[in-house]
């Protein structure tokens, strides 16, 4: 067990101060031409006791409070259970590499919301989450049963490529979908780019209360998680069932996943690069990695949506394209450094 | 309806434009020439005669476009999507992913389309069907250039000539019933509940600006998706939604919207659904949308072009 150190200290108020300024910059920054000076001033006038003037018209308060904010805030929350659910994906697979797209949950959370917009039709939005979720949940378990069945003693290598395999499935199922439901394709096709541009405060409120009960329970096991490293047959002998720790953790950080999944369409890249961005700096231990993997995820997400917003103004950019394009390059820098681990 | 085509950026868009235009070029010489209608598998030989009498459209815009023009009793066959006019011979040809056997199992002499999806001009000219290759147009201009080459290409030269000239004489009626305006009337054109638009250097955008009407959307990406902070900011005179049949968008749906109610469009009851298909389906029926959108423009007062703005604090 990793006891508390000045520096471990010193590396969570890091990721701390790093999400604040993210918080900060994201609400500062917009297509819109709100001036920094009057959203500080905004920003302090809601603070109990204070009456300060921004000077903003009641058009720029409804952009600043009902667009943006409720946007940094879903991006935040987006990226803190990607990247949490990749590090628990990884610690409960044993495998560096495993992530909620490797391993096909996306793909298969993304094959239930299509069949819940194509079966639902328009009224189908509702559908999207629960769908989303037992379909990301069929794909995981697929993955899991497939890579044991096939890799024999190597299961954390082939699950990966199990994953790959369910993931391409899933996405072949789900193009033949949208090609026979061309009236829908255009909202699947929006959502499988990935995008915060239509996210508001009801947003938020749909996918926290998944994400709180997600983020309680792996918190929760974090303890059994650096146990589990070691090996089943050690964690037996300690008396934790693997097996059903496994099935727990694994519908969590789903559920999670699928959640946030079903609002922001398919972003790639977070749970895989965050957790190992944050393992280069503080090592294994999971009761380190996961909340700073957490307050990384939230900060990566929030940085990498004001370039969705910002670069290409007055067009928005999909914002998977952007954590591809900063994520694909980290990822093979991560897997030159740390080729031992695979 | 809306293809994701739509998006592709202006530069791929144009080659491929360029790249169509070519093989519709190649098409159309290769028609001339005499072996043509002996090769063809039923012995009927079509090219003495000049005109295709089996026609199949794999488009919608293609399919109102040899309607238009005449030659609709000699079209046996139109893909899933085309739904207008209401008696044409709708089939399961998809023209999104096109099978060349499932087509050529009709016999077609003449098939026309829109884009080369999945390589099928090369097969069908391999088997000695003609092909017309029409992609979206750009412009009007573009669209009065391929009712001609429809009509050329199926004999009914005079017929299209005539449609041409009736829809300039429409297109300028109604452009001189719009009033003027001294400031142009902004829209916010929405193409989906993601807020993709179009600028005014679309085809969509030239009809909006021919009757005094400016996209509050610029730049090189001319199908943009506009963040929703900035279409707020903007505060168009207009909201046209394109999306109602695709995504069920209505004035009430864009009036709950968080931020939305605050728009002068909103509260000023100047939120329209247009038709979707009209709005995307660049043919003949492009003087009905203008129609359209002419009959809400001119509800408008002239003397008030920009609606009362919010004071600025």
């Known amino acids: 067990m990793i006891r508390a150190s000045p520096r471990h200290a010193l590396v969570l108020g890091g990721a701390t101060l790093l999400f604040l300024v993210a918080l900060l910059a994201g609400t500062l920054v917009g297509p819109a031409g709100l001036t920094p000076g009057g959203v500080l001033l905004e920003l302090v006038g809601r603070l109990p006791f204070v009456h300060v003037e921004s000077g903003f018209s009641p058009r720029q308060q409804v952009i600043l409070w009902e667009i943006r904010i409720p946007r940094v805030v879903l991006g935040g929350i987006v990226g803190a259970m990607l990247a949490l659910a990749g590090a628990t994906y990884q610690g409960v697979f044993r495998n560096p590499l495993a992530d909620p797209y490797l391993l096909g949950v996306s793909s298969g959370a993304g094959l239930g919301a299509t069949l819940a917009i194509v079966v639902g039709g328009v009224m189908g939005s509702a559908l999207v989450p629960p769908a989303a979720f037992v379909g990301g949940m069929i794909a995981v378990m697929a993955t899991y049963a497939l890579g044991r069945s096939v890799g024999g003693g190597r299961t954390e290598v082939v699950i990966i490529l199990a994953g790959v395999a369910v993931a391409a499935f899933a996405s072949a199922i789900q193009t033949f979908f949208m090609q026979r439901n061309d009236e829908t394709l255009r909202q699947v096709y929006s959502w499988m780019l990935g995008r915060l541009t239509t996210s508001g405060w009801s947003e938020v409120r749909t996918v926290l209360p998944y994400v709180i009960v997600s983020v309680a329970v792996i918190a929760l096991f974090r303890r059994t998680l650096d146990v589990m490293a070691v090996g089943d047959v050690e964690a037996s002998t300690l008396g934790i069932a693997p097996a059903r720790v496994r099935l727990v953790l694994i519908s969590v950080a789903t559920l999670g996943t699928a959640a946030v999944v079903s609002v922001s369409g398919l972003i790639g890249f977070v749970g895989i690069v965050i957790p190992h961005a944050v393992r280069m700096v503080i090592g294994p231990g999971h009761r380190l990695l996961l909340p700073l993997s957490l307050l990384v995820g939230a900060s990566f997400l929030i940085l990498a949506d004001i370039v969705a917003r910002t670069a290409m103004s007055p067009a928005e950019l999909p914002i998977g394209v952007v954590t591809a394009a900063i994520g694909a390059p980290f990822f093979l820098f991560v897997l030159r450094r740390s080729r031992g681990l695979i | ?313």
């Open chain 2, 1 to 313: 309806m809306h293809r994701p085509r739509v998006r592709t950026m202006p530069g791929s868009r144009s080659l491929l434009v360029a790249g169509l235009a070519a093989v519709a070029l190649v098409a159309s010489a290769c028609s001339g020439t005499s072996d043509q209608g002996a090769d063809r598998a039923d012995g009927t030989d079509v090219a003495a005669s000049g005109e295709p009498r089996a026609i199949i459209s794999l488009s919608p815009t293609t399919t109102e476009m040899l309607y238009a023009v005449g030659a609709g009793d000699r079209v046996i066959a139109v893909d899933e999507r085309s739904d207008f006019p209401e008696d044409a011979p709708v089939t399961d040809l998809s023209g999104y992913t096109p099978n060349l056997e499932a087509i050529l199992g009709y016999q077609p002499d003449l098939v026309v389309a829109t884009d080369d999806t999945g390589d099928i001009v090369s097969g069908l000219e391999r088997s000695g069907v003609e092909v017309l290759l029409l992609p979206a147009a750009q412009t009007l201009d573009d669209t009065y250039t391929q009712l001609e080459q429809v009509g050329a290409a199926t004999g009914t030269i005079g017929e299209a000539a005539e449609l041409v000239s009736r829809m300039r004489a429409e297109i300028d009626e109604i452009v001189a019933s719009v009033p003027e305006r001294e400031t142009p009337l902004t829209y916010f054109h929405e193409l989906d509940d993601t807020f993709y638009t179009v600028t005014d250097d679309t085809y969509i955008g030239e009809v909006y600006s021919l009757l005094g009407m400016t996209s509050i959307a610029t730049g090189d990406d001319t199908y943009p998706q506009l963040s929703e902070e900035l279409i707020l900011e903007a505060d168009p005179d207009l909201v046209m939604l394109a999306d109602g049949q695709c995504c069920g968008i209505t004035p009430e749906v864009v009036a709950e919207r968080p931020g939305w109610g605050e728009l002068s469009a909103v509260r000023q009851d100047r939120v329209f659904v247009v038709d979707e298909d009209l709005a995307s389906r660049w043919g003949p029926r492009v003087v009905d949308f203008m129609r359209e959108v002419a009959g809400i423009v001119s509800t408008l007062p002239v003397n008030d072009p920009q609606p009362e703005r919010e004071p600025a604090s």
